[in-house]
Nanobody, 124 residues
Framework: QVQLVESGGGLVQAGGSLRLSCAAS????????MGWFRQAPGKEREFVVR????????YYADSVKGRFTISRDNAKSTVYLQMNSLKPEDTAVYYC?????????????????WGQGTQVTVSS
């Protein structure tokens, strides 16, 4: 299995940027597709973006398309989420998750491994 630790969250003004990182340890990182999800208070955890095991394919939620960019460095066992043009509605705890399957999945049950989350707060 794989262990995941997110970092990079914080408080930012609307229109600003943050870069989240998710460091993996354990089994070979390149064996997993990686996803980012977020959960705002009182809401369900929602899909943000997914990247394939090689990094050659990505899939974004419509709400972040054009503003967020996912990337991965398999040599460093790390996945990144660059978030630009942040909006107050992006405020949430952001989680990275690992998926051993190659099937594109956008729901939490499809990801067996999760980090502890990092808080992102966007002020208006």
């Amino acid at each position: 299995q794989v262990q995941l630790v997110e970092s990079g969250g914080g408080l930012v003004q609307a229109g600003g940027s943050l870069r989240l990182s998710c460091a993996a340890s354990g089994r070979t990182f390149s064996s997993y597709a990686m996803g980012w999800f977020r959960q705002a208070p009182g809401k369900e955890r929602e899909f943000v973006v997914r990247i394939s095991r090689s990094g050659g394919s990505t899939y974004y939620a419509d709400s972040v398309k054009g503003r967020f960019t996912i990337s991965r460095d398999n040599a460093k066992s790390t996945v990144y989420l660059q978030m630009n043009s942040l909006k107050p509605e992006d405020t949430a705890v952001y989680y990275c998750a690992a998926q051993p399957s190659g099937t594109v999945t956008t729901t939490p049950p499809g990801y067996p491994y999760w980090g502890q989350g990092t808080q992102v707060t966007v002020s208006s």
